[in-house]
């Protein structure tokens, strides 16, 4: 049973940073890979960031490289994004997802996924 909650949405100035948590409470993360999805009004839903089940493997949409960083703590079943330089455009809510039974490179397509979370607002003002 997987039961995926985010924390750590809220409203920043731009410029600044944020770090979202994704835990299981059946601790069962540590044999999925993962990963963070958003969607802002009026767009489509896009993988942000993802991760390998081991964490050596990850990936990272050309809007966010060299601000975001996905990371995961097996011991703590907990993955992370850590949201820095944010900007006006990374408004959106965020979902965490994972997906079991798949080793090697994260998948990109969000149909591969298996479970998701409810999702946690991010709000950048100017």
């Known amino acids: 049973q997987v039961h995926l909650v985010e924390s750590g949405g809220g409203l920043v100035q731009a410029g600044g940073s944020l770090r979202l948590s994704c835990a299981d409470s059946?601790?069962?993360?540590?044999?999925?890979?993962m990963g963070w999805f958003r969607q802002a009004p009026g767009k489509e839903r896009e993988l942000v960031a993802a991760?390998?089940?081991?964490?050596?493997?990850?990936y990272y949409s050309d809007s966010v490289k060299g601000r975001f960083t996905i990371s995961r703590d097996n011991a703590k079943v907990t993955v992370y994004l850590q949201m820095n330089n944010l900007k006006p455009e990374d408004t959106a809510v965020y979902y965490c997802?994972?997906?079991?039974?798949?080793?090697?490179?994260?998948?990109?397509?969000?149909?591969?996924?298996?479970?998701w979370g409810r999702g946690t607002q991010v709000t950048v003002s100017t």
């Open positions: 997802a994972a997906r079991a039974a798949w080793f090697g490179t994260p998948p990109r397509d969000q149909k591969d996924y298996d479970y």
């Open positions: 059946g601790r069962t993360l540590v044999t999925y890979a």
């Open positions: 991760i390998s089940v081991g964490g050596s493997s990850t």
